[in-house]
């Protein structure tokens, strides 16, 4: 599986955004999906994660961030609302056949490149 993510770029506090992960591969909708982001200085941490029947959130983003998945088109998305210049990082999908915790990095064997979020005072 490839993941390739993008829809990054630079909002000012308040605005929104959607990312989008689009999988290669036939067996995208047997896997989860996750969405972790690192800020400079700081550990990979995790944002999002949907599977088949669930959605999970880190509580820094809960009602602010929803992830989504379209399994027709192979892709995931998290829509970004009420950003915070807090919010800025790199983000990265990532894709697995999670059988233990969703917010683990090791859960997710297959991941994309990133993509820049900035978030503007």
């Known amino acids: 599986v490839q993941l390739q993510a993008s829809g990054g770029g630079l909002v000012q506090a308040g605005g929104s955004l959607r990312l989008s992960c689009a999988a290669s591969?036939?067996?995208?909708?047997?896997?989860?999906m996750g969405w972790f982001r690192q800020a400079p200085g700081k550990e990979r941490e995790f944002v999002a994660a949907?599977?088949?029947?669930?959605?999970y959130y880190a509580d820094s983003v809960t009602g602010r961030f929803t992830i989504s998945r379209d399994n027709a088109k192979n892709t995931a998305y998290l829509q970004m609302n009420s950003l915070k210049p807090e919010d800025t990082a790199v983000y990265y999908c990532?894709?697995?056949?999670?059988?233990?915790?969703?917010?683990?990095?090791?859960?997710?064997?297959?991941w994309g490149q990133g993509t820049q979020v900035t978030v503007s005072s």
């Open positions: 949907i599977t088949w029947s669930s959605t």
């Open positions: 990532a894709a697995g056949s999670v059988a233990g915790n969703r917010k683990r990095e090791s859960e997710y064997a297959y």
């Open positions: 591969g036939r067996t995208f909708s047997t896997y989860a």
